[in-house]
């Protein structure tokens, strides 16, 4: 009987194949041909890759047996060969290259069964993973046993943590807005942008321009940032250069948080983002041209990075989630309760303390079924939070840093809350 492979129609679609097959191969074995690895290299890993997309073709018409026994024969080539590199001088411990080969095969039998798309994105990871070899170690070596088990936490919190919560509605009648899975959600999403800004901030040194800190610093926590600099100006020696420095930190990381809010709304609900990004992103505008005429002013300042927490610590996540599921419920009885003055009333007291609990829960109030409020009045509510916050700012700023930086300050965030207060008063009304 003749193989269905054979037919007219599917010869070109083995050759397209099988010569997707071949360049995926060369791609990988031009990397491994690059750092000389005695195992396998340009010419091997082609020949790999074609005899999986070979065994792939022929399983369609014998069985998975051949695949079967394209895995022993590779296995039995690898071991063969690491044998005989064993007995030569340049005998390297590593396993990567033997690896590599084993993955290569499998990509060379799903080109002949699943998306070509996927084998090639996966052969692009691979040579990449390959080459990055020097970088991964070196960042691997500046990881200290805080900043690695800031990742594990992650992982608890989001790989292990998250699964098991129950994903049904709880509350009393007509508030039934909590929901376990979809709380711990937004810790996850909150934890994971500040855990990306807080491997960043690491990675900066001992020393970096202020801006860079302010903008890491600002995906952690614009707040903890206002804090962190404000404390670091020495009280004995407030010079200009301090001053201005903690100053653009601090306007910057606010900065930070108007993008963070857009993240955020945009990944909660795409629909409440179209209407909320215009007044919003119109802020973040502003927030961002006051940063670059500050930053043009004290460019040349340089400043040690304040400690930064770590943000992943399970004891802050559970605090984040309860406090969101209080600002939840909280917005959805005063809306219930006293419609638009109930949400407004909740969103300006939280955000003194937390601009992303009262972010992600009026925004998932908007697409709620119970209690839900409108995406008018929720931009608002999110944009009076954050002018709450920036008077809060202020104080931290006075409190910590001392009458000047209070003053400089509080002129650039009176600019921004005053503009802020006109885009809630004449912005118009959706519907």
Not at 174 to 196: A, E, F, H, K, T
Not at 345 to 373: D, Y
Not at 400 to 427: N, Q, S
Request: charged share 10%.
């Amino acid at each position: 009987m003749t193989s269905p492979l054979l037919a007219p129609e599917n010869v070109q679609w083995s050759f397209q194949a099988l010569g997707l097959s071949l360049g995926l191969g060369l791609l990988v074995g031009l990397q491994r041909e690059y750092v000389d690895t005695p195992v396998a290299g340009v010419r091997t890993f082609p020949l790999i890759t074609l005899l999986g997309t070979l065994t792939g073709m022929l399983a369609m018409s014998l069985g998975p047996w051949v695949v079967v026994a394209g895995i022993i024969g590779v296995v039995a080539a690898n071991v063969v060969g690491n044998v005989f590199q064993m007995r030569s001088d340049d005998a390297s411990p590593g396993i990567t290259t033997e690896i590599a080969i084993l993955l290569m095969f499998a990509v060379g039998v799903f080109i002949a069964h699943g998306p070509w798309i996927i084998a090639v994105a996966l052969s692009g990871v691979v040579a990449v993973l390959l080459h990055a070899k020097g970088v991964l170690h070196r960042w691997t070596d500046k990881l200290a046993d805080k900043d690695v088990r800031a990742i594990m936490q992650f992982v608890l919190i989001s790989f292990v943590i998250f699964p098991v919560l129950p994903n049904e509605f709880y509350g009393p009648e007509g508030l039934r807005v909590l929901n376990p899975r979809q709380v711990w959600m937004m810790v996850v999403l909150v934890v994971g942008i500040s855990l990306g800004g807080f491997i960043a901030y690491k990675f900066l040194g001992k020393r970096a321009s202020t801006i860079l800190g302010g903008l890491f610093g600002g995906m952690i926590s614009s707040t903890a940032t206002t804090v962190s600099y404000a404390k670091h100006i020495p009280k004995e020696a407030r010079s200009n250069g301090a001053i201005n420095a903690a100053t653009l930190a601090i306007i910057v990381a606010s900065t930070m948080m108007y993008a963070r809010v857009l993240v955020e709304i945009a990944i909660v609900d795409r629909e409440f983002f179209k209407v909320a990004a215009a007044p919003i992103g119109a802020m973040l505008g502003l927030m961002a041209v006051l940063s670059l005429c500050l930053w043009l002013v004290v460019r040349r300042t340089e400043d040690d990075l304040p400690e930064r927490e770590n943000p992943s610590e399970l004891r802050s996540a559970i605090f984040f989630g309860l406090l969101y599921a209080i600002v939840l419920i909280a917005t959805a009885w005063g809306t219930q309760q006293f419609g638009d003055a109930g949400v407004f009333t909740v969103a300006g007291v939280s955000g003194l303390t937390n601009m992303h609990a009262v972010t992600l829960s009026t925004a998932r109030l908007v697409k709620s079924h119970e209690g839900a409020i409108g995406a008018d009045t929720a931009w608002r509510a999110i944009m009076l939070a954050s002018l709450t916050g920036l008077v809060f700012k202020c104080g931290i700023a006075y409190v910590l840093g001392g009458r000047r930086l209070f003053a400089i300050v509080t002129a650039f965030f009176g600019v921004v809350i005053a503009v802020g207060a006109a885009i809630l008063i004449f912005w118009p009304a959706i519907g």
